[in-house]
């Protein structure tokens, strides 16, 4: 791949500059509402998280929930839009996944289904989901 990422996946969440990420997040139209310490804070309580790096910006994020023995889930993968199809989330989700060994990995796509397609990800209907009340309106984002 002649255009192949070339920078660096961590899980160095000290690195992360929330502010700038959540306004990085929201100039690529994929902000889901929470604050800056709000958007920390799930990463930070995240059990695996995946930051790709280039020339020292954070140009990807992603995060893995896992109960440690059977089931796992991937949330909040995202490349910055000037980088795409450069397998910047591939490598963070190939990251993540290893984390997890003989788990069964679950998730939620509106539209990125090719991309999960062709990392293996099959489709399993259906899927349900509850927001309970409204959605982060909770203490973690207030
Ligand atoms: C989905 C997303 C994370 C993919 O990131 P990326 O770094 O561009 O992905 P990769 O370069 O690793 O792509 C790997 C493969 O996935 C597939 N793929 C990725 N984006 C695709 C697209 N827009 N259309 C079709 N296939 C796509 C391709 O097979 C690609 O390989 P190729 O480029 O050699 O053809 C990125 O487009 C993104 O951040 N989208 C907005 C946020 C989002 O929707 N996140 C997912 C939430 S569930």
């Not at 995240?46 to 910006?57: E, I, N, T, Y």
């Not at 949330?75 to 000037?82: C, E, F, G, K, M």
Request: glycine share 8%.
């Amino acid at each position: 791949m002649p255009n192949a990422f070339r920078g660096v996946i961590d899980d160095h969440l000290e690195r992360v500059n929330w502010e700038q990420a959540k306004a990085d997040l929201a100039a690529d139209d994929f902000d889901n509402g929470r604050s800056a310490s709000a958007l920390r804070r799930s990463f930070e309580q995240a059990d695996h998280v995946a930051f790709a790096w280039l020339d020292g910006r954070l140009i990807g994020m992603a995060r893995l929930l896992s109960d440690g023995v059977s089931n796992a889930y991937l949330l909040d993968v995202w490349t910055q839009s000037t980088v795409r199809r450069r397998g910047v989330a591939t490598s963070m989700v190939g990251q993540l996944v290893t984390a997890v060994p003989g788990q069964h990995i679950g998730l939620q796509t509106d539209d990125a289904e090719p991309f999960y397609a062709s990392l293996g990800f099959q489709c399993q209907p259906q899927f349900m989901s509850l927001v309970v009340g409204g959605w982060l309106d909770n203490a973690a984002n207030r």
